[in-house]
């Protein structure tokens, strides 16, 4: 009778852990160990969005789990040592996962691939107010970049102590924010032109820029939502008390402030061109939503905004992401669909006839990313 009663408890336990796994496990697990493997990453910024998640995953793990993350991370960097690139912006975001092993493992290999991306980013072209261009041969502001260029300075600063990061960071959001702020609903124009050129375009529209503004006349979703990571990952990470992470908290601030109104109420989803809700062919997309959610969070968990609409608004995004964009693969995991492929800049039909498609990187780092945070 002692062996039956044993056996039942140990089942009983067993099936009360798969219980309490929630959809975010089943996504990381699918994401680290088939959908991309370290073997598989590539140094290129897609990649970068799903490793950022996995290194916010270290970040947030208990000691005992901390482990499943770094051994990823020094899988996926170590084949990527002689790779290493800081040339564009897009290059420059896959040199977090250097700079975060160079400041956990202490490992010459690694501080060298990550200074050596650093120096290469130095000699990207700017514009005339500083701004880092996302176009190599141009001179173009993309709301894009703070991502892929922040994610790799906020770690450098985090390996190095040194605030000479934290400073070009700013000295880039600053450059950007003149340029792309909609002062209106406080998120940003997709991207800005610097020189004005005639140029062949094979992703987005040819003159895209030719108004008085020099910008773009829409407000992608996903743009802002690269923006709104990284101020809420500087918010997160730095102390209190920090120039830089006040500024940073401002700006966040300003960016979610209006977002719970925007909010699709039965979706819990923010839309491909979030500012126009309304708008006929207008779509869910879920990486934004997981984004935009993940900055209320934070923004919520350090006292920046309060009140009742922005945590209903993260416990819908939440819930709207499961019921809507997190479906089964076939195979006992979940992926994410709802996901706008790649995309570059043009007029509002370029957003709306752009393809919503499943999984890719930054669909499922992004939903890991705000998952893991609001299960926290």
Sequence with gaps: MKTIFFIFICLFLFHSNLLAKTWVDSLDVYARTRYMPPKKMKWKW???????????????????DKSVYMDYVVKAMSKKLRRASGKSPNAVAAGMGMAFLAQHQKGYKYEKAALKVYNQYL?????????????????????????????????????????????????????????????????????WDGDNKNRINFCGQTGWSKNDEKRSQEIWGRG????IVTLADIVNVL?????YREKAATYLKEMVVNLPDIQDKTTGHWFQLPVKPEQEGNFIESSATAMFAYGIQIALDNDII????????????????????????????LTVINVCKGTCIGDMNYYLNRSSTSQK????????????????
């Design 46 to 64: 897609q990649d970068a969005s799903l490793l950022f998640s996995f290194i916010k995953e270290y970040d947030l793990a208990t000691e005992k």
């Design 361 to 376: 990187p930054y669909g499922l780092g992004a939903a890991i990313l705000f998952g893991r945070t609001y299960e926290n």
């Design 224 to 227: 802002n939502g690269w923006v």
């Design 239 to 243: 102390p209190k008390g920090n120039k």
């Design 123 to 191: 000699k990207i072209n700017r514009t005339d107010n500083k701004g880092v261009s996302h176009k190599r041969f141009f001179k173009e502001l993309w709301d894009d970049t703070i991502f892929m260029i922040g994610s790799f300075l906020t770690r450098m600063y985090l390996w190095t102590g040194d605030e000479q990061y934290l400073k070009e960071l700013f000295v880039q959001m600053d450059a950007h924010r003149e340029k792309l702020l909609d002062k209106e609903s406080g998120l940003w124009f997709h991207g």
């Design 306 to 333: 309060l009140g009742e609409k922005y945590e209903n608004a993260v416990r819908n995004a939440y819930i709207g992401l499961r019921k809507y964009s997190v479906v089964n693969t076939g195979d006992k995991h």
